[in-house]
């Protein structure tokens, strides 16, 4: 058991709701639109503080509520553990472990890991870079804490950068310094866990693919040669006022049996290799870190055949815990599980 309680007020289409889990493997049942994706997105927020669907938190109030609530009573080595968020329609955010306010969002992510199963992790293959951008970034910031933070500073800094590029040119330097420092970091810690991923996507192929991620980046190695990187493109950005290097441009290229996935690839290959990295990516979060992880499956496991069904099945047995979502009852059953009724509000 990782999480034994979820509470939700004024989040998505919940006024209030209140879950209590006796199991290990939870069946969210019910029709398409009561909610239940959205009580996983509920899980994952608490986890990483950012949703899964990518959707900014103001997106997340309840209409016509200015704030929502989550409070997710976690089972813990030394007892039970409650943290309580509260995100304000001003984006403001407070955060309490225990009822006890936490300052930095980095402190607060290290208490349980989520992956997240859902139709939309096709995009990672087939969709815009911006979406395995997204796949890196949420996987690696479940490893390294450090990273979330760093990126988040890069973030800010990109945006302030932008908005000067726009507003204020002769301003744009001053962010140039926060900017070079973090993109060498972010670069390598990218390219890292690309290989990572790319070794166990075939360990789990088992030979009956080859797969490859090659990752392309003009983040330079250092600090000072980035620096350079502003002077020599400080034309072309007051021209097109952006900023032309750096993290936000990094793209990854997926090979399947040395052709270009979101170009060549099948809507079977696809779909094999979007189950794939996230199982590589729950294989990874499972062995480099010691907090617990629970497993996120929105309706995934209605468009795997048999096999795959079963080598999902078989890779997450040691989560700690495991929520599905089914429009439709399951064509399995598992040991420990237990069956929560979503109705449309």
Known sequence: MVINSLELTNFRNFASRKLVFHNRNIFFTGANGSGKSNLLESIAF?????????????????????????????????????????????????????????????????????????????????????????????????IEPEYLLRLARYQRALNQRNRALKTAPHTAMAFEAELAEQAPFIADARRRYAESIAAECNTLLNGKAEFAIAHHTDSAATAAEHRKLFDLKRESELRRQ????????????????????????????????????????????????????????????????????????????????????????????????????????
Request: hydrophobic residues 40%.
């Open 242 to 345: 952006c900023t032309l290097s750096g993290a936000q441009l990094d793209e990854f290229d997926f090979y399947y049996n040395g052709k270009l996935l979101r170009t060549y690839g099948s809507t079977g290959q696809i779909r094999l290799i979007s189950l794939m990295l996230k199982l590589a990516q729950f294989k990874l979060v499972s062995s480099r870190s010691d907090i617990p992880v629970a497993v996120l499956a929105d309706d995934v496991t209605g468009e795997l055949d048999e096999s795959n069904v079963q080598l999902f099945l078989d890779t997450i047995a040691g989560a700690g815990q495991v929520f599905f979502t089914f429009a439709e009852p399951p064509r399995f059953t598992l040991p420990d599980s237990e069956t929560i009724a979503v109705a449309e509000p």
């Open 46 to 142: 608490s986890s990483l503080l950012r949703s899964f669907r990518g959707a900014p938190p103001r997106e997340m109030i309840r209409l016509g509520s200015r704030e929502f609530q989550l409070k997710t009573t976690l089972c813990t080595r030394i007892g039970t553990e409650t943290l309580h968020i509260i995100e304000h329609a001003s984006g403001r955010r407070e955060l309490f472990i225990q009822g006890s306010p936490v300052r930095r969002s980095s402190d607060f992510i290290r208490e349980f890991h989520t992956i997240v199963f859902a139709p939309e992790d096709r995009m990672t293959v087939s969709g815009s870079s911006g979406f395995r951008r997204r796949f890196f970034d949420i996987l690696i910031s479940e």
